[in-house]
């Protein structure tokens, strides 16, 4: 059974930085893209960041472009988004995603297993 489990969110200031965490099981963690998305309220999931199976090549949306920063670690099977110079525009609920042999898509459909979410929360 594959789980994905987010971690890390919280309330933070604007300017602040948060890191997310992302594990995986029940599967070849290698062998998965591994993106980020989020959902703010009353707006559409939109892809934030990810990364290649290898971790040789990441994806950013251009509105994190410069503050986020995506890894991964293949021998923990954990991904992480290092969120810097957080705006309040950044809330959201953060979505972990995996997508098998993944091409660093930025559509929600190309991912096969998805996690809960975590909530960020940045105040003005």
């Known amino acids: 059974q594959v789980q994905v489990v987010e971690s890390g969110g919280g309330l933070v200031q604007a300017g602040g930085s948060l890191r997310l965490s992302c594990a995986a099981s029940?599967?070849?963690?290698?062998?998965?893209?591994m993106g980020w998305f989020r959902q703010a309220p009353g707006k559409e999931r939109e892809f934030v960041a990810a990364i290649s199976w290898s971790g040789g090549s990441t994806y950013y949306a251009d509105a994190v472009k410069g503050r986020f920063t995506i890894s991964r670690d293949n021998a923990k099977d954990t991904v992480y988004l290092q969120m810097n110079s957080l705006k309040p525009e950044d809330t959201a609920v953060y979505y972990c995603a995996a997508d098998l042999w993944g091409l660093g898509s930025t559509r929600d459909y190309e991912y096969d297993y998805w996690g809960q979410g975590t909530q960020v929360t940045v105040s003005s």
């Open positions: 029940g599967l070849t963690f290698s062998r998965y893209t």
